[in-house]
């Protein structure tokens, strides 16, 4: 167990709808990733908070967006969902250093 | 974008065989990373490699950290089936991304009993 952890584990939902991810980093660790995980493209970066500010940006759609709360958590939402948004979405933090903590992820599958 | 190349994609092996994994890029790295995943689960870090020529051990697993820093590998003594997994290597970024990670494809690992 990371400490990191991601609901829900599983979302089903179908093209054109909304949904939010939520991530609630390690007690104490002020950073929070998003990555995604597909077949066809690995396991790229999204979107980076660094205690509720946005750090840095990498491949994220414009039909996604991300926020951190004061208590640390992190939501991405993601709409307009494409069939090729199925994929599974990890959040990762980190106390700062060279270790980054990985939740379970959340798989997605759009119908 | 500096990518990271991994092979081979795929491996599968029977118990008690030895293995490696590579991880190359054209661009030198600060430092490397290998994580393992596995099913249903997020990557989990094996090991953070930072000087040229470094070699660390991890049980059955050594890693090494090619001298010009481009490169590395993984290699794997005498497989076990819990060793069966998601194998990738990333690269930290700095600056303005710190932290950020980038991934090579991995390489899907599957040793038989």
């Known amino acids: 167990d990371s400490g990191v952890t991601q609901t829900p584990k599983h979302l089903i939902t179908a093209t054109g709808q909304r949904v939010t991810l939520r991530c609630s980093p390690r007690?104490?660790?002020?950073?929070v990733y998003w990555y995604q995980q597909s077949l066809d493209q690995g396991l790229q970066f999204l979107i980076q908070?660094?205690?509720?500010?946005?750090?840095a940006k990498g491949n994220i759609l414009e039909r996604f967006s991300a926020q951190q709360f004061p208590d640390l958590h992190s939501e991405l939402n993601l709409s307009s969902l494409e069939l090729g948004d199925s994929a599974l979405y990890f959040c990762?933090?980190?106390?700062?250093?060279?270790?980054?903590?990985f939740g379970p992820g959340t798989r997605l599958t759009v119908l | 974008t500096q990518l990271l190349e991994q092979s081979p994609q795929f491996l599968s092996i029977q118990e008690g065989e030895n293995l490696t994994v590579y991880c190359n890029s054209s661009?030198?790295?600060?430092?490397l990373q290998w994580y393992r995943q596995e099913p249903g689960e997020g990557p989990v870090l094996l090991v953070t490699?930072?000087?040229?020529?470094e070699v660390k051990k991890l049980k059955r697993l050594t890693f090494q950290f090619g001298d010009a820093r481009k490169d590395s590998s993984l290699h794997i003594t005498a497989a076990q089936p819990g060793d069966t997994g998601l194998y990738l290597c990333?690269?930290?970024?700095?600056?303005?991304?710190?932290?950020?990670?980038?991934f090579g494809q991995g390489t899907i690992l599957t040793v038989h009993p």
């Open positions: 990762a933090s980190t106390p700062g250093g060279n270790a980054q903590y």
């Open positions: 007690s104490g660790d002020l950073s």
């Open positions: 908070y660094y205690n509720g500010e946005e750090r």
């Open positions: 661009s030198v790295f600060s430092s």
């Open positions: 490699v930072v000087t040229g020529g």
């Open positions: 990333a690269r930290r970024a700095g600056g303005t991304s710190y932290g950020k990670l980038t």
